[in-house]
C-alpha cells in the first residue's frame, strides 16, 4: 500500500500582478510536485504587498499622489483594468493555494514540509515590516526551509535583529537568491546559507510551454522588451537593435499602460494586458529580447533566446550572480552609452550548457537534502 504523500505548504509573494512573482510561485509549486509531495502555496496576502499592485480607491500605503493618480488612471479612465483581470485569473485558476490565511495564527497545522521563497519575501518594504508568516514562524514540523528567498538587496533585520535572528535559526537551512544576501546574512547574523537558483530555473522550456497562450496579432519574428524600471532609456536602446537586425519592436507594458502612451513612436506594437501565459508566449516566440529585469534574463536564457540586459542598476546582484554563476559574466550585459557590438548579439549557449545544468542541479539537490529525515 502507497504511503499519502507528504504535504508541503509554500509562502512566497504569488498574488502580486508581477509576472516574475506569480511564474515562480507557480514554479515553486511545480518543482515540489515533481519531488512528490503534495504541494500548495499557503495563501497569505499582506495587505502592503497587495496595495503594490492591486488597485483601490485610496491605499492607507501610498501617499497621496500616488493615490491621485491612480484614482484617475485606473479608476476613471480604465487604465490597466483588463492586465488586473488576467493576472487575477492566473491567481485564482491556475495557481494551487490553500483556503485564504488572514495571520499566522489562521494557518492549519497540516504541513510536513513549509517553505518560503522564492521572490523579495524579506524586503522589509514588500512583507509588512517583516511579517513572521514569510520566515515560518508557524506549524510543528522541523522540515522548515528558505529557497531562493530575497530582500531585494534591503539590509533587513536592523531593528528587530535578535527576532529575525531567531527566525531564521529556527530554519533547517537558509536558501537565497543572490550572493548579496549570503554574504549579508553571514556578516549580520553569522549564519550560514546558500545561493539557489530561481524556482522558475528550475522548470525547463518544455514544461513552461505546456501552459503559454498565444497572443494574437503579431508579426512572426520581432524583437521583445522586457522591462520594469525606465522604460523610456531601454526601449530607446532596443530600437537601435531592432534597426540592426530589422525586427519590429514588441514592448510588454508593465505597469498598467499608461508610460507606453509616450513610447508610441519607438514601439511597433505595445502590449498592456498580457497574461502570464501570454507572457511565456512571447518569450519563447521572440526573435531577438532586450530587457533590464531579473525575470528577463531567467525567461530569455530558459528558452535559449539572443537576449541582452540593458542595466539601468548596474548593481543589481541577481542579475551578476547569474550570469557569473552560468559563465556569461558580462558579455551580455549593456549600460547607459555603450556602443552596441553586434558580434554580441548572438548568444552561443552550447559552451554554458554544462553551467546551466549544474545550477539547477544545485538547486534541486538543496531541496532533496532538505526534505531528508
Same mark, same amino acid.
Given at each position: 500500500?502507497?504511503?499519502?504523500?507528504?504535504?508541503?505548504?509554500?509562502?512566497?509573494?504569488?498574488?502580486?500582478?508581477?509576472?516574475?512573482?506569480?511564474?515562480?510561485?507557480?514554479?515553486?509549486?511545480?518543482?515540489?510536485?515533481?519531488?512528490?509531495?503534495?504541494?500548495?502555496?499557503?495563501?497569505?496576502?499582506?495587505?502592503?504587498?497587495?496595495?503594490?499592485?492591486? !488597485?483601490?480607491?485610496? *491605499?492607507?500605503?501610498?501617499? !497621496?499622489?500616488?493615490?491621485?493618480?491612480?484614482?484617475?488612471?485606473?479608476?476613471?479612465?480604465? @487604465?490597466?483594468?483588463?492586465?488586473?483581470?488576467?493576472?487575477?485569473?492566473?491567481?485564482?485558476?491556475?495557481?494551487?493555494? *490553500?483556503?485564504?490565511?488572514?495571520?499566522?495564527?489562521?494557518?492549519?497545522?497540516?504541513?510536513?514540509?513549509?517553505?518560503?521563497?522564492?521572490?523579495?519575501? !524579506?524586503?522589509?518594504?514588500?512583507?509588512?515590516?517583516?511579517?513572521?508568516?514569510?520566515?515560518?514562524?508557524?506549524? #510543528? #514540523?522541523?522540515?522548515?526551509?528558505?529557497?531562493?528567498?530575497?530582500?531585494?538587496?534591503?539590509?533587513?533585520?536592523?531593528?528587530?535583529?535578535?527576532?529575525?535572528?531567531?527566525?531564521?535559526?529556527?530554519?533547517?537551512?537558509?536558501?537565497?537568491?543572490?550572493?548579496?544576501?549570503?554574504?549579508?546574512?553571514?556578516?549580520?547574523?553569522?549564519?550560514?546559507?546558500?545561493?539557489?537558483?530561481?524556482?522558475?530555473?528550475?522548470?525547463?522550456?518544455?514544461? !513552461?510551454?505546456?501552459?503559454?497562450?498565444?497572443?494574437?496579432?503579431?508579426?512572426?519574428?520581432?524583437?521583445?522588451?522586457?522591462?520594469?524600471?525606465h522604460p523610456s532609456e531601454t526601449i530607446a536602446f532596443a530600437k537601435k537593435i531592432s534597426q540592426l537586425l530589422n525586427l519590429p519592436v514588441v514592448h510588454i507594458c508593465n505597469d498598467r499602460g499608461y508610460r507606453?502612451?509616450?513610447?508610441?513612436?519607438?514601439?511597433?506594437?505595445?502590449?498592456?494586458?498580457?497574461?502570464?501565459?501570454? @507572457?511565456?508566449?512571447?518569450?519563447?516566440?521572440?526573435?531577438?529580447?532586450?530587457?533590464?529585469?531579473?525575470?528577463?534574463?531567467? @525567461?530569455?536564457?530558459?528558452?535559449?533566446?539572443?537576449?541582452?540586459?540593458?542595466?539601468?542598476?548596474?548593481?543589481?546582484?541577481?542579475?551578476? #550572480?547569474?550570469?557569473?554563476?552560468?559563465?556569461?559574466?558580462?558579455?551580455?550585459?549593456?549600460?547607459?552609452?555603450?556602443?552596441?557590438?553586434?558580434?554580441?548579439?548572438?548568444?552561443?549557449?552550447?559552451?554554458?550548457?554544462k553551467e546551466i545544468t549544474s545550477y539547477i542541479k544545485n538547486g534541486i539537490d538543496f531541496i532533496c537534502n532538505n526534505l531528508k529525515d
Amino acid at each position: 500500500m502507497k504511503s499519502e504523500k507528504k504535504k508541503c505548504g509554500i509562502v512566497t509573494f504569488h498574488s502580486s500582478h508581477n509576472y516574475g512573482s506569480v511564474l515562480q510561485a507557480y514554479a515553486m509549486v511545480k518543482v515540489m510536485q515533481k519531488l512528490g509531495l503534495d504541494a500548495e502555496l499557503i495563501d497569505f496576502r499582506h495587505p502592503q504587498t497587495t496595495a503594490m499592485y492591486e !488597485w483601490t480607491p485610496w *491605499s492607507p500605503y501610498k501617499n !497621496w499622489r500616488w493615490n491621485l493618480r491612480e484614482l484617475i488612471l485606473r479608476g476613471l479612465l480604465g @487604465f490597466g483594468k483588463k492586465r488586473e483581470q488576467v493576472f487575477s485569473d492566473f491567481i485564482e485558476n491556475v495557481l494551487i493555494k *490553500s483556503n485564504r490565511i488572514k495571520d499566522k495564527n489562521d494557518i492549519p497545522n497540516i504541513y510536513d514540509v513549509l517553505v518560503c521563497g522564492s521572490d523579495q519575501i !524579506w524586503n522589509p518594504n514588500a512583507s509588512g515590516k517583516n511579517d513572521p508568516i514569510y520566515y515560518l514562524d508557524f506549524g #510543528t #514540523t522541523t522540515c522548515k526551509f528558505s529557497y531562493a528567498a530575497s530582500s531585494g538587496s534591503q539590509k533587513f533585520g536592523e531593528n528587530n535583529f535578535i527576532l529575525i535572528k531567531q527566525f531564521l535559526t529556527n530554519l533547517k537551512s537558509i536558501g537565497v537568491r543572490e550572493q548579496f544576501m549570503q554574504d549579508y546574512i553571514k556578516e549580520k547574523f553569522g549564519l550560514h546559507s546558500v545561493v539557489n537558483p530561481d524556482p522558475t530555473f528550475l522548470v525547463d522550456a518544455s514544461e !513552461w510551454a505546456q501552459i503559454e497562450k498565444p497572443y494574437n496579432g503579431l508579426p512572426q519574428k520581432y524583437l521583445l522588451v522586457y522591462t520594469i524600471q525606465h522604460p523610456s532609456e531601454t526601449i530607446a536602446f532596443a530600437k537601435k537593435i531592432s534597426q540592426l537586425l530589422n525586427l519590429p519592436v514588441v514592448h510588454i507594458c508593465n505597469d498598467r499602460g499608461y508610460r507606453a502612451l509616450f513610447q508610441n513612436k519607438r514601439i511597433d506594437y505595445s502590449l498592456m494586458d498580457v497574461s502570464p501565459q501570454q @507572457f511565456l508566449w512571447l518569450f519563447n516566440h521572440s526573435s531577438f529580447i532586450v530587457t533590464n529585469t531579473f525575470h528577463g534574463n531567467m @525567461f530569455s536564457i530558459i528558452f535559449r533566446k539572443n537576449f541582452i540586459h540593458y542595466a539601468i542598476n548596474p548593481n543589481d546582484s541577481r542579475i551578476s #550572480t547569474l550570469h557569473e554563476t552560468i559563465g556569461f559574466k558580462d558579455k551580455k550585459i549593456y549600460h547607459i552609452g555603450d556602443t552596441i557590438n553586434q558580434s554580441q548579439l548572438k548568444t552561443d549557449y552550447t559552451n554554458h550548457e554544462k553551467e546551466i545544468t549544474s545550477y539547477i542541479k544545485n538547486g534541486i539537490d538543496f531541496i532533496c537534502n532538505n526534505l531528508k529525515d
